[in-house]
């Protein structure tokens, strides 16, 4: 692409270098942002910034905050004794929207990954280790998503927690609810086989 | 969206402003962000800002440019008396990619559009036909979409120079090259009958 301009093409390969944005959509955003007045422009400048710098990890559960302690784990009401271990703030997020769960959580910041030399060094793991090790928790509900990576994953912290007394449990892999079952991947529809729940049980969760 | 932190969602509200990003791929940008080095965020804050702040319009053709003229306008080398008359900079650089032309170019900065506001007042119409009046323009290339809008704005700007004796034209409009009739539109197809040209022109442009 010729750019009649150094300046907005500055803009658009500063845009472009985001996940997804190619450099036709950042000419598009850049384009928009000329059009907008320039407050504008200083508002979505100034947001990040702050955003970037200021920005607070919590030092339980490694969840974005504010505070010291996110509101999640300053939360007297939730039970310390569960932790659900995440992949990152979208899949916190996402459990919290279903108001079905009132444990903590623990957010890695990844998953192990060999072929983006991400190590086991690269994530939170070493303080979920000492956590549990401290002997309060009770269960560890592994939740990150079964790729090659999130098994790996799963499978190296339960190694490092070996010998603990505790419970570790991973989410349900199933059919999704209203989908229908021709449509169904086989190894999903396998392990909704395998690991069929008491109908009673499915009654009561409706 | 419930997030754990005030400054991710002011930084998610700012980014979802951009035309096309939703909250939720704001989210993924903010994220993306975070986990790159501080300078990355600040490096695209500080060309979002020198661009909004400092960028110049061309005094002729009100292209983007970092000079009074742009590089088209200031080339002595292309014919000042053919204009072609487009809606945005991204028109521009698609038929500067052609090669095909030669002459100058005329940026309205949109078309008329009483639907969302934008009347003639708002668009670079009154440059336009103030350099048809000078005199020293033979044509006038009408390269606007083919939407209500666009008609409609090469409908006005052809009123406004009623009268000057030069040419206007507007660009072909038919099948795309390789592409099948079967699938073509009606209205294209019609088009590309009623306008058809002698054969061995088109031998002439392969």
Excluded at 10 to 15: F, G, H, I, K, L
Excluded at 17 to 37: D, E, F, M, S
Excluded at 117 to 135: F, M, N, R, W
Aim: with cysteine; charged share 25%.
């Amino acid at each position: 692409m010729d750019f009649s301009s150094k300046l907005l093409e500055n803009a658009v390969d500063a845009m472009s270098q985001l996940p997804g944005i190619g450099k036709r959509t950042a000419l598009r955003l850049v384009l928009h942002l000329l059009k907008q007045p320039e407050a504008k422009t200083e508002l979505l400048a100034q947001r990040l910034l702050e955003m970037r710098s200021n920005i607070n990890f919590c030092s339980n559960c490694h969840n974005i905050s504010d505070q010291t302690l996110c509101e999640i784990c300053a939360n007297p009401n939730r039970d310390r004794s569960i932790i659900c271990v995440v992949e990152d703030i979208r899949d916190v997020m996402a459990i919290e929207n279903t108001s079905q769960y009132r444990g903590h959580y623990h957010v890695l910041g990844g998953k192990i990954s060999p072929m983006e030399g991400i190590g086991p060094g690269d994530l939170t793991i070493a303080s979920l280790v000492q956590k549990v090790k401290e002997g309060d928790v009770k269960e560890l509900i592994f939740a990150l998503s079964s790729t090659m990576e999130g098994d790996t994953t799963n499978f190296y912290i339960f190694k490092q927690i070996e010998g603990a007394s505790i419970t570790t449990t991973t989410i349900a892999r199933g059919i999704s609810v209203g989908d229908e079952l021709e449509y169904a991947d086989e190894v999903t529809l396998g392990r909704s086989i395998l690991h069929r729940i008491p109908f009673e049980t499915s009654l009561k969760n409706n």
